[in-house]
């Protein structure tokens, strides 16, 4: 990493999803939501920070596991904590949800996008994204379960 993109890493990590002040936090949310246990829930959390680092360094598009993508979109919905608190104040860059159009084209796209994450993934990390939550192509794009 450059040392601009360490800069960045270190404030994604530090960067705080669960609201001290909430009875219901988006950690408990997320797990409730999904079925997972905490502990899966908090390497999913992990990997969503690591997945939004490699959409602020990706010179193409990246694509997230299906478990990063639930962490994605209930962040979303908090609207504040991503667009202000994410965003604009920690990554200085707005990261737009893209999601498919649909079709084979969108679908090829996708799963070049998936094995592009995964090898921007170790190379920047240094190491292979954890397979239970970053499956192979095969299964990320045809076992999901909304």
């Known amino acids: 990493m450059t040392p601009e993109q360490s800069q960045l890493w270190q404030k994604i990590q530090n960067f705080q999803l669960d609201n001290p002040q909430s009875a ?5 949310r997320l797990a409730r939501e999904n079925g997972w246990n905490l502990q899966y829930t908090l390497r999913v959390i992990e990997e969503y920070k690591k997945f939004i680092f490699l959409c602020c360094i990706s010179q193409n598009g990246v694509t997230p596991s299906d478990a990063v993508d639930q962490a994605w ?25 893209n999601p498919t159009k649909g079709g084979d084209t969108e679908n090829t796209k996708y799963d070049d996008y998936y094995t592009d994450t995964k090898q921007l993934y170790k190379q920047t ?7 239970d939550i970053w499956p192979a192509n095969q299964q990320r794009f045809s076992d999901i379960n909304f």
């Open 24 to 28: 219901f936090k988006f950690s408990d």
């Open 73 to 97: 979109h209930l962040h979303l919905t908090f609207t504040h904590s991503y667009w202000i608190d994410l965003c604009k104040d920690t990554l200085q860059t707005q990261v737009h949800h």
């Open 125 to 131: 990390f240094d190491g292979n994204p954890p397979a």
